[in-house]
C-alpha cells in the first residue's frame, strides 16, 4: 500500500497501524473449497468487475491478531466498569450468547414461514417471539408488542407511525408531538421523519415537564406526548397520571421511550399510567450485548385499540396450538423491516427474562435504584445534583462550579479513564450546564462503586489543587484528546481516498 | 438473589445509611400507591442449566440443516470460524457507541475499516458505520435523495426485493411523496418502462443488482439518464457478487445501499443483519448514520472518531437526516473481519465459485422435462424457474427430502404461482445440486 500514516511508539511498534498497511501481496487469510464441478463459468465482460478489489492480503493469524489488537483498545462492560448514563451497561450474560447461537435459531433462513405451511419449520423460533409478546405485555402493562423494531430509534419510529395511523383512522387532524426539552434527541428526529412538528415542553424547578406549560400547549392538534419514564434526569414524575389525563382529553396519546424501564421493573407499568404506546430497549433493560453501538432491539407495545395497526407481520397461535405469522391486518402500517426483528437478540432477553423471572427482575430494578443513590449520596457534596432529589436508576450532576477553573465534565471524564472506568454520559441532558449522568445498574458492586467515587472525588480536588493534571488526561491511553474538528474539516472516513 | 447482583445484606445496610433511607422502598417514595402494577405475572426464575435447555428444545423445533437453495437476498454462507472467534470478544461485544474515545479506538478503528473495505468493493468515496438491514437503509437512502434533490418523486424498479419496496411504502405512506414503479418480470430492469417514468421532479430511480428474480444488470445507461433529469441513482447491492459484478460506483451510481449478511453474519431467522450505505463526497452531508473519520490527537498520533456529528439526531434533534442512533456496530465490524480475511483472491474465489455453482445448477435443472430455467438475463448465483406445478406444492413436497426447493414467487408476485427463485452458493456441493434434481424429478413425476 506504501502508506505510511501510522506513528511509532517507544518500543517501534507501529500504533493504530491499519488492516490495509499490514498486507503483503500473495498471502492469504482463507481458502474457498476447490470447484467440485466441471468448468468454470463466466459472464458477459460488460456485466464485471474490471477495477481492482484492494482489500488486505493478510493470513488468518495476521487477521486474528489485528482485530484481537483493536479490541483490548476498547473500554467494555467485561473489562471496566461503564456508568454511561441512559445506556444500562449491565452485564450481558453468557449463557444467552451461547442460547442464541444454537444452530437451531442461527441456521434458521428467514423465509421459511413464509412458504406454504412454513410456519411448521419454524415452530421454536416462533414461539420466542410469541413469549416474548407476552412477556414484554405484561412487564409493560400493555396488550401486544411486535417485536420488529432493530433499536430504540427505530422502535420510536414505528411507534409514532402506529400514533399517527390512529389518528388517521379516526379521521383526527392532529399534527404536533410534545416532547420534553430533556428528551434524547432521537424522540423529535423520530416524530418528524414520521411527518409530525414537534414542540418542546420546558422542565419544571423540580426536574420533571412543566406542567403548566404543557397545559398551555395542549390544543386539538396534539397527536401525542412523547416521554421518557424516569426521565432522562433520572427522575419520576410523581403527576404522571394527571399529564395522561390532559393528553388524553384531546384524544392524544401517550408514548413511552422505554430507555430507562430498568428502573421500574415490577414497580410500575406504563400501561397503568396510562401510557398506549411503549417501547423497550432490550440491550438496555434485558441486557444483550450493546456490540459497540448495535445491534440491538426496540420492540413496541400498544394498548388494544392500537393492535389493529401493529406491523405485519404478527406472530399468533393457533387453535390447533400451532405458530402462525399472521399477515392480514388491513389497517395495519405495513412491513416496518425486512423479517421479524433482531432475532438474535430477541433470543438473548428471552432467556434473561426466563432466568431472572418475576422476582429477578423486581431485583434488578431495586438494586439499579440504589446504586444509583448510592453513588448520588457519595458524590453530591463534590457535585451538585441538577435537582437535589431521590434519583430513580441513575442520577445527574453538574460540574459547572469547576468552570471558574477552568476545569469541565470532559476533564473529568478523561481522568476517569486513567483511573480505569468508562465515564459517565455527559453534557446530556442538554438542559444541565456541564451535565455528568451516572448509571451504575444493579450489577457493580459497592466496593467497585467506592473505588469510582473515589476516583471522581480526586478528580474534584485535583481541579483545585492542580487542573493541569487533569487537562493531561487520559494519559495512559494509546491516543489523547483527538482533534474533532479536523476529523470533520478535513474529512477522511475512507483509507483509499486519501492513501492510493 | 439474582446472580447478577453483587449487593450482600451489609453492604444494602451501609448503603441505606449513606443515603439516609431505611429500605430501598423508600427510594421508590414517588410511585404513588395507585400506580403500583396492577399485575406482574411472570414466570419463577429458573436455573441457566434450565433455562439453555428450554432454549435447545425450541431450537430443535426449527427447521435447520436442510440444504438451502432459497435466497431472496440471504444467503446461506460459510461463516469462517476466525470471524466468529473475534466477534466473541468481550472487548467488542460489551462496549457501547464510542462516546469517547481514547477508551473505544478499537470499535472506531474497526467501523473506519469497514467503511473502507464497503468503498473499496463498492468503488464508492464514502460509507457510513451501517443501518439496520439492507430494506432499512434502501429506505434511508430514498430519503437521503429526496433531502438532496428537494424533489418528491421517486422511480422504483419492480426488480428490487418486494420486502424492500414494502418498507418503503410503509415509511412514506403519511408523507408527501409520490412512488412509481416500473414493473419486471424475470429480466433486467426495463428501460423503456424507467425512462418514461423519469421526469424533471424526480429525486431518485431505485435498482437492485442482481435484481429479486436473480438477473445482473449495469446500470450505466439508467444511471447516466436520471442524471440528465436531476435524478439520483440509488442502487441496492449484494456485497459477495462484487467479487465478480462491475461495482455501482463504475456504473455512475450516487447511492449505494446494501445487505450485509451475507459477508459472515448467520441467517438468524432475520437478524441481525447489516444495512450499509455508500456514497460520493458531495452528498456525504446528506448522510444518515455514525461515520467514524480519521484524525489526529493531540501529540499528532493517529487516531479515529465519530465525526459529520452535526447530521445526527443527538446534536440536530428534529433537524437531523435520520433518527438513526444504535445501529449495527458489532455486525459492521463482523463483517470487516470477513472481509479482510477473505482478501483480494477469496473475494473473487467465492464470486466465481458461487456463479459456477449456480450455473451447472441451471444447466441440471434444464434437463428436467418442463422445467423451465429462465435465460433472460445473466445471472450470479439465483436465477429464476418456471416450473409445471404450482411452485409453493413443489418446495412443500421437497422438504420432507430435505431441500428447501426455492422461494416461489407468487406471495410477492401475483400470478406467478409457477415461478420460484433458486439460490445456489458454495456451500451446495455439486453431489447436493444432483441429489437436488433428482428430488425435483421425483416431486413433478418426471
Known amino acids: 500500500m506504501g502508506n505510511h500514516c501510522g506513528t511509532f511508539n517507544v518500543t517501534g511498534k507501529k500504533t493504530g497501524e491499519l488492516i490495509f498497511e499490514k498486507s503483503v501481496p500473495g498471502r492469504r487469510g482463507f481458502r474457498c473449497p476447490a470447484p467440485d464441478i466441471d468448468g468454470e463459468s463466466a459472464l458477459p465482460e460488460k456485466y464485471c468487475r474490471e477495477a481492482p478489489l484492494p482489500f488486505p492480503e493478510v493470513t488468518e493469524l495476521d487477521c486474528l491478531r489485528h482485530f484481537t489488537g483493536l479490541s483490548q483498545k476498547n473500554f467494555s462492560v467485561d473489562t471496566h466498569f461503564y456508568p454511561l448514563g441512559s445506556c444500562t451497561m449491565k452485564y450481558n450474560p453468557r449463557f444467552s450468547e451461547h442460547g442464541a447461537k444454537l444452530p437451531g435459531f442461527s441456521e434458521l433462513h428467514p423465509l421459511l414461514p413464509q412458504l406454504r405451511q412454513g410456519e411448521q419449520y419454524a415452530q421454536g423460533a416462533l414461539q420466542v417471539l410469541f413469549d416474548m409478546d407476552r412477556f414484554l405485555s405484561e412487564i409493560t402493562g400493555m396488550d401486544a408488542f411486535t417485536l420488529q423494531p432493530l433499536a430504540g430509534a427505530h422502535g420510536e419510529l414505528t411507534g409514532v407511525m402506529l400514533i399517527a395511523a390512529y389518528h388517521k383512522a379516526k379521521g383526527n387532524n392532529k399534527k404536533i408531538i410534545l416532547i420534553p426539552d430533556s428528551a434524547h434527541g432521537t424522540n423529535p428526529a423520530s416524530a418528524t421523519i414520521a411527518g409530525f412538528a414537534t414542540v418542546s415542553i420546558p422542565t419544571d424547578d423540580k426536574g420533571v415537564m412543566d406542567r403548566e406549560a404543557l397545559k398551555r400547549n395542549m390544543t386539538q392538534d396534539v397527536a401525542a406526548v412523547m416521554l421518557t419514564c424516569p426521565n432522562t434526569l433520572g427522575l419520576f414524575n410523581a403527576g404522571i397520571d394527571k399529564i395522561a389525563d390532559l393528553v388524553h382529553s384531546v384524544d392524544g396519546l401517550m408514548y413511552y421511550d422505554g430507555a430507562n424501564l430498568n428502573a421500574l421493573l415490577g414497580r410500575c407499568r406504563p400501561g397503568d399510567l396510562g401510557f398506549d404506546v411503549v417501547h423497550v430497549n432490550l440491550h438496555k433493560t434485558f441486557s444483550t450485548p450493546h456490540g459497540g453501538g448495535g445491534p440491538g432491539a426496540g420492540p413496541v407495545g400498544v394498548k388494544k385499540t392500537l393492535i389493529p395497526f401493529l406491523p405485519i407481520s404478527r406472530v399468533v397461535r393457533r387453535e390447533d396450538g400451532l405458530f402462525a405469522l399472521d399477515y392480514n391486518a388491513p389497517e395495519s402500517i405495513g412491513y416496518i423491516a425486512s423479517f421479524y426483528g433482531n432475532f438474535g437478540v430477541i433470543v438473548k432477553a428471552y432467556a434473561y427474562i426466563l432466568l431472572l423471572g418475576r422476582q429477578g427482575l423486581m431485583e434488578t430494578s431495586n438494586h439499579a435504584v440504589l446504586n444509583a443513590n448510592y453513588m448520588l449520596s457519595r458524590l453530591k457534596d463534590v457535585l451538585p445534583p441538577a435537582f437535589d432529589r431521590t434519583c430513580m436508576h441513575e442520577c445527574v450532576l453538574t460540574a459547572k462550579a469547576l468552570l471558574s477553573r477552568d476545569v469541565h465534565a470532559l476533564d473529568l471524564a478523561k481522568y476517569l479513564i486513567d483511573r480505569g472506568f468508562h465515564p459517565p454520559t455527559i453534557y446530556f441532558p442538554l438542559i444541565v450546564k456541564e451535565a455528568m449522568m451516572f448509571e451504575p445498574t444493579e450489577c457493580e458492586s459497592k466496593e467497585e462503586m467506592d473505588r469510582f467515587i473515589q476516583a471522581l472525588r480526586d478528580a474534584v480536588a485535583l481541579s483545585a489543587d492542580d487542573p493541569q493534571i487533569l487537562k493531561q488526561c487520559p494519559s495512559t491511553m494509546p491516543v489523547s484528546r483527538p482533534d474533532e474538528g479536523r476529523a470533520a474539516r478535513d474529512l477522511n472516513a475512507n483509507f483509499f481516498q486519501t492513501c492510493i | ?446
Request: with cysteine; charged share 20%.
Open chain 2, 1 to 446: 438473589m439474582n446472580p447478577y447482583i453483587a449487593n450482600t445484606a451489609d453492604d444494602m445496610r451501609a448503603m441505606f445509611q449513606a443515603i439516609g433511607v431505611s429500605s430501598v422502598d423508600d427510594l421508590f417514595a414517588d410511585i404513588k400507591e395507585e400506580y403500583r402494577p396492577r399485575s406482574f405475572d411472570l414466570p419463577d426464575g429458573r436455573s441457566e442449566q434450565e433455562v439453555v435447555s428450554h432454549l435447545d428444545r425450541l431450537a430443535g423445533k426449527n427447521a435447520y440443516g436442510l440444504k438451502l437453495f432459497i435466497g431472496g437476498g440471504y444467503y446461506d454462507h460459510y461463516i469462517p470460524a476466525a470471524v466468529t472467534a473475534v466477534m466473541s470478544r468481550g472487548e467488542f461485544l460489551t462496549a457501547y457507541t464510542p462516546y469517547q474515545p481514547e477508551c473505544s479506538q478499537g470499535t472506531l478503528q474497526a467501523l473506519y475499516e469497514f467503511q473502507s473495505l464497503i468503498c473499496a468493493l463498492t468503488r464508492m468515496e464514502i460509507a457510513n458505520a451501517s443501518l439496520y438491514d439492507g430494506g432499512t437503509a434502501l429506505y434511508e437512502a430514498m430519503m437521503m435523495a429526496v433531502r438532496t434533490t428537494g424533489r418528491k418523486r421517486v422511480v422504483l424498479d419492480g426488480g428490487v426485493s418486494p420486502i424492500y419496496r414494502k418498507i418503503i411504502r410503509s415509511y412514506t405512506k403519511n408523507l408527501d411523496m409520490a412512488l412509481v414503479e416500473a414493473p419486471v418480470a424475470h429480466g433486467q430492469a426495463h428501460r423503456p418502462d424507467i425512462k418514461a417514468l423519469l421526469n424533471d421532479s424526480t429525486a431518485a430511480v431505485i435498482l437492485q443488482n442482481p435484481n429479486f428474480f436473480g438477473a445482473v444488470d449495469d446500470f450505466s445507461d439508467i444511471a447516466a439518464m436520471a442524471r440528465a433529469c436531476g435524478a439520483l441513482t440509488i442502487a441496492s447491492v449484494y456485497p459477495v457478487s462484487l467479487g465478480l459484478l462491475k461495482t455501482p460506483g463504475d456504473m455512475g451510481v450516487d447511492i449505494v445501499t446494501g445487505e450485509g449478511q451475507s459477508l459472515g453474519l448467520p441467517l438468524h431467522f432475520g437478524g441481525p443483519y447489516l444495512g450499509f450505505m455508500a456514497t460520493s463526497k458531495q452528498y456525504m452531508r446528506k448522510m444518515p448514520g455514525r461515520i467514524v473519520g480519521q484524525t489526529v490527537d493531540r501529540e499528532g498520533r493517529r487516531c479515529f472518531v465519530n465525526t459529520l456529528q452535526a447530521r445526527e439526531q443527538h446534536i440536530r434533534r428534529e433537524k437531523a437526516t435520520s433518527n438513526i442512533c444504535t445501529n449495527e456496530a458489532l455486525c459492521a465490524i463482523q463483517a470487516a473481519v470477513f472481509m479482510s480475511l477473505l482478501g483480494p483472491e477469496g473475494m473473487k474465489e467465492l464470486a466465481r465459485l458461487n456463479l459456477s455453482k449456480a450455473e451447472f445448477a441451471r444447466k441440471v435443472l434444464e434437463q428436467i422435462p418442463g422445467v423451465d430455467v429462465k435465460r433472460s438475463a445473466p445471472t450470479f448465483n439465483e436465477f429464476t424457474v418456471c416450473l409445471p406445478k404450482d411452485a409453493q406444492d413443489v418446495v412443500e413436497a421437497m422438504i420432507p427430502k430435505g431441500f428447501v426447493a426455492g422461494f416461489p414467487l407468487e406471495r410477492y408476485y401475483p400470478g406467478m404461482e409457477r415461478y420460484m427463485i433458486v439460490a445456489v452458493t458454495e456451500k451446495r456441493t455439486k453431489q447436493d445440486i444432483l441429489q437436488y434434481a433428482q428430488a425435483l424429478r421425483e416431486v413433478l413425476g418426471t
